[in-house]
């Protein structure tokens, strides 16, 4: 089959490699049809890494995929052959002691596709994953939309896990795609007014479909002074989405008193200080994220029953053949690009 190896720092090449096997009884072979370009995806591309997960070349990365059930093993009860899936890149154990608490995002054991050293990604033919990883999608959901289903999970968990009183007043410091996918879901929310700030006017303008009720550019304006005229009070939550150091200092500043900053853009840097007065005396709740639990198939109802529709986000296409093109584009933020999708035959 062929597949997209990462084989050094910004170079890709397209090259014949096995196609994998089913080995355990609760595997699936599935033929891959769409893979979005993550933001993860990118560090990897260009810088190697992501803390200390390290890419040993050659590498196969991408997670946000779907496609269609080619073979299953013995024991697979969850899709046949033939079926249309989403899927959930995240393999854990079901058994440790983080598994049987429900937080297998957390698991001792866990595996994701596309991650180093872990299990080979998605940007290929052929992928095979456990059944517990396949979501079955309806004929009238395209693989596009299934494949966004994934950074979705992501805002529904986020949104999730932070503590959102009625009407809460909320920013969104990073408009990409996972601040898109929590402005959606808090879309669904009875919540108050949504402030948003990017250093990217295009994403701004972008986000405007949902309606927020002020985006700024923090590059150009103290956005933390502008959203402080508008809303006295401040904000009862923030969602960090950026994973810019200084977008969570602004976000601490954002907060009123008893307010939560819900952590879940991934910073390029080891470290970052937090103002630890401020927080203690407005006694900020900090919420980390790691990836999603229990949230693929939300994000999955959600779009196929319209409440969310996403489709404007697949701003750009590709073949499997420029996948070096389809990574510039967003390495770069280039042509006002928000998901680049990889289409394969
Ligand atoms: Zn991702
Ligand atoms: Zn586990």
Same mark, same amino acid.
């Given at each position: 089959?062929?597949?997209?190896?990462?084989?050094?720092?910004?170079?890709?090449?397209?090259?014949? @490699?096995?196609? %994998?096997?089913?080995?355990?009884?609760?595997?699936?072979?599935?033929?891959?049809?769409? *893979? $979005?370009?993550?933001?993860?995806?990118?560090?990897? /591309?260009?810088? $190697?890494?992501?803390?200390?997960? !390290?890419?040993?070349?050659?590498?196969?990365?991408?997670?946000?995929?779907?496609?269609? !059930?080619? &073979?299953?093993? &013995?024991?697979?009860?969850? *899709?046949?052959?033939?079926?249309?899936?989403?899927?959930?890149?995240?393999?854990?154990?079901?058994?440790?002691?983080?598994?049987?608490?429900?937080?297998?995002?957390?698991?001792?054991?866990?595996?994701?596709?596309?991650?180093?050293?872990?299990?080979?990604?998605?940007?290929?033919?052929?992928? =095979?994953?456990?059944? +517990?990883?396949?979501?079955?999608?309806?004929?009238?959901?395209?693989?596009?939309?299934?494949?966004?289903?994934?950074?979705?999970?992501?805002?529904? /968990?986020?949104?999730?896990?932070?503590?959102?009183?009625?009407?809460?007043?909320?920013?969104?410091?990073?408009?990409?795609?996972?601040?898109?996918?929590?402005?959606?879901?808090?879309?669904?929310?009875? =919540?108050?007014?949504? /402030?948003?700030?990017?250093?990217?006017?295009?994403?701004?303008?972008?986000?405007?479909?949902?309606? %927020?009720?002020?985006?700024?550019?923090?590059?150009?304006?103290?956005? =933390?002074?502008?959203?402080?005229?508008?809303?006295?009070?401040?904000?009862?939550? @923030?969602?960090?989405?950026?994973?810019?150091? #200084?977008?969570?200092?602004?976000?601490?500043?954002?907060?009123?008193? $008893?307010?939560?900053?819900?952590? *879940? $853009?991934?910073?390029?840097?080891?470290?970052?200080?937090?103002?630890?007065?401020?927080?203690?005396?407005?006694?900020?709740?900090?919420? &980390?994220? +790691?990836?999603? *639990?229990?949230?693929?198939?939300?994000?999955?109802?959600?779009?196929?029953?319209?409440?969310?529709?996403?489709?404007?986000?697949?701003?750009?296409?590709?073949?499997?053949?420029?996948?070096?093109?389809?990574?510039?584009? =967003? #390495?770069?933020?280039?042509?006002? @690009?928000?998901?680049?999708?990889?289409?394969?035959?």
């Amino acid at each position: 089959m062929k597949a997209a190896l990462l084989t050094g720092i910004r170079q890709f090449e397209i090259r014949e @490699v096995p196609s %994998p096997k089913i080995i355990k009884e609760t595997d699936v072979l599935v033929k891959i049809k769409t *893979v $979005g370009v993550c933001g993860s995806d990118i560090h990897y /591309y260009t810088t $190697g890494r992501i803390g200390s997960r !390290v890419v040993q070349f050659p590498f196969v990365i991408g997670h946000e995929a779907a496609g269609i !059930v080619q &073979n299953i093993g &013995n024991k697979v009860t969850r *899709v046949k052959p033939g079926q249309r899936i989403a899927i959930d890149p995240a393999v854990s154990c079901g058994h440790c002691d983080q598994c049987k608490a429900g937080r297998e995002n957390t698991c001792r054991e866990l595996l994701f596709l596309g991650c180093p050293t872990q299990l080979d990604g998605s940007l290929a033919e052929y992928i =095979v994953t456990d059944e +517990r990883s396949c979501f079955p999608i309806k004929d009238d959901m395209t693989f596009d939309q299934a494949a966004i289903s994934e950074p979705l999970a992501i805002g529904v /968990y986020s949104v999730e896990r932070s503590i959102l009183p009625q009407n809460a007043d909320a920013a969104i410091l990073g408009i990409g795609p996972i601040g898109m996918s929590v402005f959606h879901v808090l879309r669904t929310k009875i =919540v108050g007014n949504i /402030y948003v700030t990017d250093k990217l006017d295009r994403r701004l303008e972008f986000c405007k479909m949902l309606n %927020p009720k002020f985006t700024g550019n923090p590059d150009k304006i103290n956005v =933390v002074e502008k959203i402080a005229e508008l809303e006295p009070l401040m904000m009862d939550v @923030v969602y960090e989405c950026s994973g810019d150091p #200084a977008a969570i200092a602004q976000g601490i500043q954002l907060l009123k008193p $008893g307010g939560t900053l819900v952590i *879940v $853009g991934i910073p390029e840097v080891d470290e970052i200080t937090f103002p630890i007065h401020e927080l203690r005396r407005k006694e900020i709740t900090i919420v &980390n994220i +790691r990836r999603q *639990v229990n949230c693929t198939q939300k994000a999955i109802d959600l779009l196929a029953s319209g409440k969310i529709n996403m489709d404007s986000m697949a701003t750009h296409h590709f073949s499997l053949e420029e996948i070096q093109s389809a990574f510039e584009l =967003v #390495a770069n933020y280039r042509d006002g @690009v928000m998901k680049a999708i990889i289409n394969l035959d």
